[in-house]
């Protein structure tokens, strides 16, 4: 259930076109729907704005497709993250309307048209390496999903910055920025010193053995003395595109 299938269900009820018996049956499994292992929230989207998504790191293939199969009856986007090729090919093989992104991991069945006239503006995902770019792309495929508008500005990272320094006339036209970085974690804190609008900084695991699987670029990033500057959890593409997706959004869920 989305805003807009729920408001279209009131106005047939109100005028008459849907008796409240019909209208009743459609809402059987709203606000939520228990199936075997999962309880899910179809009234995520109406709450907050941003759908329930599956989280598929710790699922089997099988869960994921029960989940999605109930999930694509109620309309709206359907996203699995986390997940697997060898997952992403079982899931495939019972409900072939779903796409996958191998670098982003992630399952996309029925994205929203992007609307431009929702949102502030557009947000602007930059990737510090060609290495952090499947970290960039769960966060750029996150925001695509949910319609939201999306630029993307790849292997900009701090060894070579006339390549981000080039291209400031992209980052003035973002109302929000994701950086995503592994390393050091330098550039959400130069990315912040060149702007005026939010910037989300995402640490990956990219680097060798001091880099502690992220931990470095986390404490470099949450050290950043550039004001503006918001830290997400190392590798998490998608809790930073649903920040940037609430700062960014001009209309109420």
Avoid: W
Wanted: net charge neutral; aromatic share 4%.
């Amino acid at each position: 259930m989305n805003p807009n299938s729920l408001l279209a269900l009131l106005q047939d009820v109100q005028s008459g076109a849907t008796s409240i018996e019909k209208a009743f049956a459609k809402l059987g499994t709203f606000p939520s729907e228990f199936i075997p292992d999962a309880c899910l929230d179809h009234q995520r989207l109406i709450r907050t704005g941003i759908p329930e998504v599956i989280y598929g790191a710790s699922k089997t293939a099988e869960q994921i497709a029960t989940i999605a199969e109930a999930m694509l009856k109620q309309g709206g986007p359907v996203l699995a993250t986390r997940v697997d090729p060898e997952k992403a090919s079982k899931i495939i093989s019972k409900l072939p309307q779903f796409r996958y992104a191998e670098d982003a991991r992630m399952l996309i069945c029925n994205p929203t048209p992007t609307d431009t006239t929702k949102y502030r503006g557009q947000t602007l995902i930059i990737s510090a390496g060609t290495s952090d770019i499947p970290v960039a792309e769960e966060a750029t495929l996150t925001l695509e999903t949910l319609g939201h508008p999306v630029q993307k500005l790849y292997d900009a990272g701090v060894a070579g910055l006339h390549r981000l320094l080039g291209r400031q006339d992209i980052l003035r036209q973002a109302t929000v920025i994701i950086v995503v970085a592994g390393m050091e974690g330098a550039l959400p804190s130069v990315v912040g010193g060149l702007v005026s609008c939010p910037v989300i900084a995402v640490p990956t695991s990219v680097g060798y053995g001091a880099s502690f699987g992220g931990i470095a670029a986390l404490l470099g990033m949450l050290n950043s003395c550039a004001p503006g500057v918001a830290v997400v959890n190392i590798d998490n593409g998608f809790g930073a595109a649903c920040m940037a997706e609430a700062i960014n959004r001009n209309f109420r869920p």
